[in-house]
């Protein structure tokens, strides 16, 4: 079990997530960690790989509103997104957004930041990238920030009848060696500067 720290304020495992995945009968393991407020802080915290961590985004489009998971090293294509909903539901998708804090705390009844991955106890339909498939368990988000879910994606997938798609773009950066593109990280080398006294 992961390092707990004591300086930060502890908040519980919604009682309403436990009992949703009791009835859901699925094998999951329930993770306590330090407090995190971003999958990359997950990832650090738990010793795990950001493609293995599930991100959590409350998305728009135009009137409705879905929750959308996918692997925490991608970025969200909001036009393929758009396309994937507008095919699936018959409707044309003008606008695909995230909303603000606000918004997703009167839609779905939570704090700011605490949104779990599990659409069904929002009454949110969910929708997955397809690249979280390639790890056999992922850790998703709880409403908590001391507590994670690690459980079988395949599982997740069958228990929240989630809409699979490709919508994750992975995350590019450059690095930059004088002046030269060395990898897709980006790191500028800086020079030294001697003073002559």
Known sequence: MPKK???TKKTKLPAKLVK???????KHEILEHRTV??????????KKKLGEIAKSLLIKADNDYYLVILPADNNLDFGK??????????K???????PGEKIMESALKVKAG?????????????????????????????GSFNHSIEMAVKEFVKMEN??????????K???????KVVKNRTVVKKKSVNKKK
């Open 5 to 7: 720290t004591l300086k």
């Open 20 to 26: 949703y995945l009791e009835k859901a009968g699925v």
């Open 37 to 46: 407020y971003t999958a990359f802080d997950a990832a650090t915290t738990m």
């Open 81 to 90: 997104l758009g396309g994937l909903i507008s095919k699936q539901t018959g």
């Open 92 to 98: 044309t998708i003008k606008a695909v957004k995230i």
């Open 114 to 142: 605490a949104l779990s991955a599990f659409g069904g106890l929002h009454k949110a339909p969910v929708i997955m990238d397809k690249g979280l498939l390639k790890v056999k368990k992922a850790v998703f988000s709880s």
């Open 162 to 171: 989630a809409l699979l798609g490709s919508f994750g773009v992975k995350k």
């Open 173 to 179: 950066v450059k690095i930059v060696k004088a002046g």
